[in-house]
């Protein structure tokens, strides 16, 4: 939460919605400084969890819904690049928690599930998960995405903060996670 920031050249519009979130903790930092007003600045890395729909492209969700309608889930790019998923309910509850903790006001804290997997076997978890006989298939980046797409091949949130404040870390499991969407999915047209 206090490193330096690696931000990529603007010409890259992947980079503006990071840029976007950094103006916004900065804005809201400042405002909190000069109005005096209590403000807790929350990261959140791929939060997922019941009835979550992929419509902006949450690949979860995406990869549950495809196997559980027979279709082929789509790994972009090699499915190399890893990520973390966190339980809607692990959230909500670190959210009410820095909400009840005093020494948290004014400060920065990254919210998720530190327990990292790679994309594709995210993909082939999901098809064991799910019984599915769909096929996994990797889609290259410049079939995905407009020209000059830049992923993040590595996205870990440090979570040790959250816990030294709140002494909360984010427990349900990955493998619950897919079972609650696979019991409760989003939007799927049989």
Known sequence: EKDDLVIGSTANLRWSYAIAK??????????????????????FFNTTGPRQTGRYGMVLPNFVTSALTGEPLMVHGTGTQSRCFAHVYDVVEAIVRLLNARSAVGQVFNIGNDSEITIADLAAKVVEMTGSKSEIRT????????????????????????????????????????????????????
């Open 22 to 43: 950094a103006l916004d903790e900065c804005l809201a930092l400042s405002y909190a400084q000069e109005k005096k007003i209590d403000t807790i600045i929350a990261r």
């Open 139 to 190: 889609i290259p980046y410049d079939e995905a995405y407009p020209q000059g797409f830049e992923d993040m091949l590595r996205r870990v949130p440090d979570v040790s903060k959250l816990e030294r404040v709140t002494g909360f870390r984010p427990r349900l499991t990955l493998e619950t996670i897919i079972s609650d969407l696979i019991t409760e999915p989003g939007e799927i047209n049989i």
